[in-house]
């Protein structure tokens, strides 16, 4: 049995109940992620700061998985915790999406220290938050995927975003820290970056990828946990690799190592 479909009977287990959760559910990228997991078979829990629009990614989950809202702003963070809490009533967590990002898309003199330390606390804050109250129960079994939904904001800032930016860029470096200070520890969390591209979302652009085409690639990616996805970053469908330095390459070439080839995820074909 391979990783992807013994994640899949582990989550649909009635004995042990295993959880994904998903935050910014309430719509977008969020929701079509909860939707692809529940039509898999998945137990969700999915996260976002209004009622109203949870509700509404429950009235189009249909599948063999169940869907439990919860209200919660990430960047609240005694309302998280009481919220994993409740998370932890229905089950372990085995799958963390981190979803939830803000982009106000203001230019820093209209920013006020008060506004641009929101979108950190949301975008990076809840994110990191996620990822240490999701841990807990990842570390007590020994085995967890976390996928950092990030982009590539920071490498060359557009007007008008430097709070988004920032945060974007600190979030993949998140991830590395996490995976320095847990990979030889515990193999069995398999930590990865993500990078959907530019969607068709009230975040993103008009002519956009369709959020449900991106989902299908998020949803294999939260499933796949050997131990080589940790630390990767994937940008849509692709891995990224790491930049060899000119000394590195020449060692490859002398060795006559072959070079390593991206994987691309199977849903992509």
């Known amino acids: 049995m391979n990783a992807v479909s013994e994640l899949a009977r582990e ?26 997991l529940v039509a898999g078979g ?28 919860m209200a919660c702003d990430v960047s609240d963070i005694d309302a998280l915790r009481r919220t994993f809490g409740r998370i932890r009533d229905l089950g372990a967590i085995a799958i963390l999406i981190n979803n939830a990002a803000v ?30 109250l999701a841990l807990d129960d990842m570390v007590e079994r020994g085995s967890g995927r976390i996928i950092n939904v990030t982009s590539f904001a920071d490498i060359a800032p557009i007007p008008a ?6 945060s974007k860029g600190a979030s993949r470096l998140l991830t590395r820290a996490l995976v320095a200070d847990l990979a030889d520890r515990f193999p069995g969390i398999v930590i ?8 068709q979302t ?31 970053l994937w ?24 070079p390593v080839r991206p994987r691309r995820l199977a849903s992509a074909a």
């Open 42 to 69: 998945h137990d969700v829990v999915g996260l976002g700061p209004g009622e109203e629009s949870l509700a509404e990614t429950g009235a189009l989950a249909t599948g063999p998985g169940r869907y439990h809202p």
């Open 202 to 232: 009230r975040m993103g652009i008009v002519d956009g990828l369709a959020p449900e085409v991106a989902a299908q690639w998020g949803v294999e990616l939260a499933l796949a946990r050997d131990p080589s996805f940790n630390g990767t």
């Open 235 to 258: 940008e849509r469908d692709m891995e990224l690799l790491p930049h060899l330095s000119l000394k590195r390459r020449l060692f490859n070439r002398l060795t006559l190592r072959p």
């Open 161 to 166: 975003s430097s709070a988004y930016s920032v």
């Open 192 to 199: 990865s970056d993500w990078a959907p591209g530019a969607l």
């Open 103 to 132: 982009y106000p898309r203001r230019d820093f003199l209209d920013e006020s220290i008060e506004s641009f330390q929101h979108t950190l606390a949301v975008n990076l804050g809840g994110m990191a938050a996620c990822c240490r």
């Open 11 to 36: 989550l649909s287990s009635k004995a042990a109940p295993a959880l994904a959760v998903v935050t910014g559910a309430g719509r977008g990228l969020g929701r079509a992620l909860v939707l692809g």
